[in-house]
């Protein structure tokens, strides 16, 4: 149970891992106070809110990440695997730690035994451990496909993230250990002449032990990942700016270009129809200036990407982590100002698993894609993303099978099945011109 629901004095709060004796009797004038959340905790409110708003939010992004990426099979990428990943250690945050978070505000005398303590701090840790070491991974395979794009051919595949994810996850388990087996709960009984209530709250089982799990959670969480993602981004985002520069000076057009861009623009497109089958040449393909505008444009895509990455990293993660080593070390009563500051850095944590689909997902041209795709064949029944979609494919081909030929239009011909002869006469003098016109030379047309 979060320790926000410690009473103190009208000038100070007090910090949220005081330890107590191992019972402590404290006399209150009123102890059913103490079940009354608003009553002993000023920002009761604005953190059930916010926790419910994370909640509803962080549940519907990290769904449609996953669900995106499980009907999206012939586009994974290991990049996707990764922020899957994510998505699902952000789950685990928001399905059992806030609903056991924000129960704790409402149900102080339930915990006698502390599991929930050991559990609900357990998986904070895992969560905030796996988030860190996907960051970390993605940071990998970036720099690799980015700075050494050979090498990332061979290493860089969705099996070889498959057994990263293996590791990721293993690491998390095994680095969120220590905090399952230094916390327990410490019972305080409230009491006047007439009642008494006890609580029961979760801290560390001694100050030392918990300056030493918060400094140890600082550094493996926050600092060593921060330095490490830092010098991967630098690199990449270095490597990006370079090779900008060399397809800007390298797709300069020039009057070749142009007189070939006037060339390939004149390019007609030859339809022709065989029955209900439809073949077509390609159109004119983009000049080289506008795919090297185009290549400019997504790299600063990415490089703007990479630069937020670090900094919602940094400002989600940092503070609470910092905070806490402080209280650990001593800092045990606060200001109104700096209760409400130390109240915002732990809720930015929660909000971190809210807003990762959005930077994580939404900011991917490729995700975008893969979602629209995925809603679009969800409703035409196509290949629907949910377990019914085999079904639907079937049931379209199926009508689509029994559904009656129309005839085409004016410019298209019916072939008639009597004899071959018949086809290939009407096939020889079928042909349908669109934007160009044709000329027979012997068996053949020519464009004119």
């Given amino acids: ?45 604005p953190i059930v809110v916010t926790h419910a708003i994370v909640f509803l939010v962080g549940i519907i992004g990290n769904t449609v990440v996953i669900v995106t990426w499980a009907g999206s099979k012939p586009t994974r990428s290991p990049t996707c695997t990764f922020l899957v990943s994510l998505a699902v250690a952000d789950l685990i945050l928001l399905v059992l730690y806030v609903p056991l978070e924000t129960l704790g505000y409402f149900v102080i005398t339930w915990d006698t035994g502390g599991r929930v303590c050991k559990l609900s701090s357990y998986v904070e840790t895992l969560s905030g451990m796996a988030s860190v070491l996907n960051l970390t991974a993605v940071s990998i395979e970036r720099f690799l496909v980015i700075a050494y794009p050979i090498v990332a051919r061979r290493y860089c595949t969705v099996t070889t993230c498959r057994r990263g994810l293996c590791i990721v996850w293993g690491l998390a388990l095994a680095f969120a250990l220590p905090v399952y087996f230094t916390k327990q709960v410490y019972p305080i009984t409230y009491f006047n002449n007439e009642t008494s209530i006890t609580a029961f709250y979760c801290w560390d089982t001694n100050d030392e032990v918990g300056f030493t799990v918060a400094m140890y959670q600082l550094v493996v969480m926050f600092v060593i990942p921060s330095v490490f993602m830092t010098l991967c981004y630098v690199c990449v985002i270095r490597e ?39 073949r077509a040449l390609p159109e004119s393909v983009l000049s080289i200036h506008k795919q090297g505008l185009q290549i400019q ?16 990293f940094l400002v989600c993660w940092g503070p609470r982590l910092i905070m806490h080593t402080m209280i650990k070390y001593g800092l045990t009563h606060f200001t109104e100002h700096a209760y409400n500051m130390r109240v915002a850095f732990y809720l930015m944590s929660f909000i971190h698993s809210a807003v990762n689909p959005i930077i994580y997902g939404f900011m991917s041209t490729n995700f975008r894609k893969m979602m629209l795709q995925c809603c679009k064949d969800s409703a035409l029944g196509k290949m629907s993303c949910s377990p019914c979609g085999r079904r639907s494919k079937r049931k379209t081909v199926v009508q689509e099978e029994e559904r009656p030929k129309k005839r085409t239009n004016s410019d298209s011909f019916e072939f008639s099945t009597l004899t071959t002869s018949t086809r290939r006469s009407r096939q020889a003098n079928s042909v349908n011109v669109d934007d160009a016109k044709l000329k027979k030379n012997g068996d053949q047309w020519t464009a004119v």
């Fill in 297 to 312: 444009q997504a790299r600063k895509q990415v490089i703007k990407m990479l630069i937020l990455v670090i900094i919602l």
């Fill in 240 to 278: 990006l700016w370079s090779s900008t520069r060399t397809v800007a000076a390298m797709t300069r057009p020039t009057e070749s270009d142009s007189e070939r861009e006037l060339r390939d623009s004149r390019s007609c497109l030859i339809r022709f129809t065989c029955g209900r089958h439809r």
């Fill in 1 to 45: 149970m979060s320790s926000d629901n410690q009473t103190c004095g009208d000038s100070a709060f007090c910090g949220e891992d005081d330890e107590p004796p191992p019972h402590t009797r404290i006399f209150f004038e009123t102890p059913e106070d103490m079940l009354n959340p608003q009553a002993i905790n000023p920002s009761f409110l």
